[in-house]
């Protein structure tokens, strides 16, 4: 039970949600989650950190970047929830809002993003 507990806790945030959403779609570094998301990087730092606690999300280092994708589903819950975010939730306002930052954003050079996101 508290696997479920912890899960539905972690995806109970506005921002949680609208990261695992991006992240159904492509791995991708903290800059270019901040960048889509309008958000600075100490607050999606702190929300990346809730989801890798509970095990929805995994890190890859590569030099200076730290790139997070959606980890293995541990369960069919997760499983069924992660094809939702895929196909279900991509249809909301929000949800299309982020993906189209993010799909613009991927095209950048990831130096370039980072310098822009301190911006925010």
């Not at 509970?54 to 980890?71: D, H, M, N």
């Not at 809002?97 to 993010?102: A, E, K, P, R, Y």
């Amino acid at each position: 039970m508290k696997q479920y507990l912890d899960l539905f806790s972690a995806l109970s945030d506005e921002t949680r949600l609208r990261i695992m959403v991006l992240l159904s779609e492509k791995e991708l570094c903290v800059c270019q989650i901040e960048w889509a998301l309008g958000l600075p990087q100490a607050k999606v730092s702190r929300h990346l950190a809730v989801l890798r606690y509970t095990g929805l999300v995994k890190i890859r280092r590569q030099g200076l970047w730290v790139y997070y994708s959606l980890a293995e589903p541990k369960n069919e819950v997760e499983k069924n929830l992660f094809e939702c975010f895929r196909r279900c939730l991509r249809k909301e306002e929000t949800f299309k809002t982020d993906l189209s930052c993010m799909k613009r954003c991927i095209t950048k050079p990831l130096d370039l993003v980072a310098q822009m996101v301190r911006k925010l």
